[in-house]
């Protein structure tokens, strides 16, 4: 409510609301002021797997949104013809390429960039971003450790840039329409939350170090991770299953539903405690480089005793639920429950069999020129990003920076603990557990020059 308080009263003192003095924002931040009919540039940062997806949204709104693609940027050149011609057939438009991202940010036009790097790359890159007067969207987690998140906050609230996490369920009209009904007391009062993570995965392989292929700039893909030698299993997309650039399944899928559960509990908080176990079945390290659990149940407390569990399972699985739920969460409340699966959800009144409440949104017709986006967990999170910079309002967002960060901050908890193999108890205020410094330790990472998250943003 403080940071709330604050804003409306500098927007009172702008009038217009933009307060150039009362924001305390900066010469360039106002210079990036983008007016109503003004074309906005962006930049999409990491053009594999999730950045495709990132290009092919940002292009469904060129004409609803003015928005163009200027500059894809990623650290394998072997990836960009495709991606340019991907943005040249769907917009006509040729965008230019980079293999840092520090030369995108030079630039003097791009407004705004979006990031699906690889986790370890988030926070720095974000922060950087920032400090050159760019709005961000990052994809989930938004950052690979709890330090950097905080970082990240900081950074968006110093230079008065947007800064948008890309948990997508936000925008989904169903997904808002079951927390407004658990939020307004439809199950009671909701006790529980549970998160589910069910995507098997097979063995990737095993193999010996390499030279980095000719157009990947490997010391660039590596940034703030430590040193190592190349290796094709620890590259493309199997970065998420080693600790120094990802956060396995916990980390990866997890996240989004891990947001959606501490949204039903309706908690703008850290949890007091943690415990988190599992291991790697069905494959072993002779086989696979894995190092992130397969398998994985983590189970959190809140100060007021309300519980969030969350259980990964990477192996062969049934659903759960009525609607076998595979990706999704549960909600427990004093006078019932409630299943939410993707962008369908059903209320159950005590121990009856047949839903009293479920969803009634219909997906929107497509419409280049309207207002209202289709196909849930589409463009409409990315055009809610966009509408915010237009206002300059991050309270315009459907997950500012702060809200993804308190959402990512769960599944790095889960995964201290079960590296630790214990249970933790943790200081939110501080954001630090309590007497373990082993596990504050975890808390951050060693930098690895000049890849730095800074102390001082």
């Known amino acids: 409510m403080t940071e709330r308080r604050d804003f409306i009263k500098k927007s009172l003192l702008g009038g217009a609301g933009i307060a150039v003095a009362g924001m305390s924002m900066s010469a360039k931040s106002y210079g990036k002021i983008i007016g109503a009919n003004d074309r906005m540039h962006l930049s999409v940062i990491g053009i594999r797997g999730q950045g495709t997806n990132h290009i092919n949204q940002f292009c469904k709104l060129k004409d609803s949104r003015n928005v163009v693609i200027k500059t894809l940027c990623d650290a394998d050149e072997n990836t960009w013809s495709e991606k340019v011609k991907l943005v040249q057939d769907q917009t006509g438009d040729k965008p230019g390429t980079a293999y840092d991202m520090r030369k995108v940010f030079e630039d003097?036009?791009?407004?705004?960039?979006?990031?699906?790097?690889?986790?370890?790359?988030?926070?720095?890159?974000?922060?950087w971003a920032a400090q050159a007067g760019k709005n961000v969207f990052v994809e989930k987690p938004a950052s690979h450790n709890i330090y950097e998140g905080r970082k990240m906050i900081e950074a968006a609230r110093k230079y008065n840039v947007i800064m948008q996490v890309g948990f997508q369920n936000r925008s989904i009209a169903n997904v808002m329409e079951a927390m407004k009904f658990l939020h307004e007391g439809g199950i009671g009062e909701?006790?529980?939350?549970?998160?589910?993570?069910?995507?098997?995965?097979?063995?990737?392989?095993?193999?010996?170090?390499?030279?980095?292929?000719?157009?990947?700039?490997?010391?660039?893909?590596?940034?703030?991770?430590?040193?190592?030698?190349?290796?094709?299993?620890?590259?493309?997309?199997?970065?998420?299953?080693?600790?120094?650039t990802g956060n396995g399944d916990t980390g990866n899928q997890g996240p989004h539903q891990f947001d959606v559960a501490r949204w039903g509990l309706n908690k703008n908080e850290h949890p007091v405690s943690v415990y988190s176990t599992g291991?790697?079945?069905?494959?072993?390290?002779?086989?696979?480089?894995?190092?992130?659990?397969?398998?994985?149940?983590?189970?959190?407390?809140?100060?007021?005793?309300?519980?969030?569990?969350?259980?990964?399972?990477?192996?062969?699985?049934?659903?759960?639920?009525?609607?076998?739920?595979?990706?999704?969460?549960?909600?427990?409340?004093?006078?019932?429950?409630?299943?939410?699966?993707?962008?369908?959800?059903?209320?159950?009144?005590?121990?009856?069999?047949?839903?009293?409440?479920?969803?009634?949104?219909?997906?929107?017709?497509?419409?280049?020129?309207?207002?209202?986006?289709?196909?849930?967990?589409?463009?409409?999170?990315?055009?809610?990003?966009?509408?915010?910079?237009?206002?300059?309002?991050?309270?315009?967002?459907?997950?500012?920076?702060?809200?993804?960060?308190?959402?990512?901050?769960?599944?790095?908890?889960?995964?201290?603990?079960?590296?630790?193999?214990?249970?933790?108890?943790?200081?939110?205020?501080?954001?630090?557990?309590?007497?373990?410094?082993?596990?504050?330790?975890?808390?951050?990472?060693?930098?690895?020059?000049?890849?730095?998250?800074?102390?001082?943003?």
């Not at 030698?229 to 620890?234: I, M, P, S, V």
């Not at 149940?297 to 609607?323: A, H, I, M, P, Q």
């Not at 249970?423 to 954001?431: A, D, Q, T, V, W």
């Open 108 to 127: 003097p036009e791009i407004d705004a960039v979006s990031f699906a790097t690889p986790n370890h790359w988030h926070a720095l890159g974000a922060i």
């Open 190 to 244: 909701v006790y529980m939350a549970r998160g589910l993570c069910y995507k098997p995965r097979n063995s990737f392989g095993i193999v010996k170090d390499s030279m980095p292929p000719a157009g990947l700039h490997y010391d660039l893909w590596l940034g703030p991770a430590p040193y190592r030698a190349y290796n094709e299993k620890r590259g493309h997309y199997n970065w998420h299953w080693h600790w120094d």
């Open 279 to 457: 291991g790697i079945y069905g494959m072993t390290p002779s086989e696979c480089s894995q190092e992130t659990p397969n398998t994985q149940t983590s189970v959190f407390k809140y100060n007021d005793g309300k519980v969030l569990e969350f259980e990964t399972r990477g192996r062969y699985t049934n659903g759960e639920s009525s609607l076998g739920i595979q990706i999704g969460n549960m909600f427990y409340g004093t006078d019932g429950y409630m299943e939410v699966d993707g962008s369908t959800w059903k209320a159950f009144r005590k121990s009856e069999k047949e839903p009293f409440a479920q969803s009634t949104k219909e997906k929107a017709p497509a419409s280049s020129g309207s207002n209202v986006l289709a196909a849930p967990g589409g463009a409409e999170h990315y055009a809610n990003f966009l509408d915010a910079i237009r206002k300059s309002d991050r309270y315009a967002l459907n997950c500012d920076i702060r809200e993804g960060f308190y959402s990512s901050a769960l599944p790095a908890m889960a995964n201290i603990s079960y590296r630790l193999g214990r249970s933790l108890n943790f200081m939110g205020e501080y954001e630090k557990f309590a007497n373990d410094s082993e596990a504050d330790t975890m808390l951050s990472r060693p930098s690895r020059p000049p890849y730095v998250v800074p102390d001082q943003v």
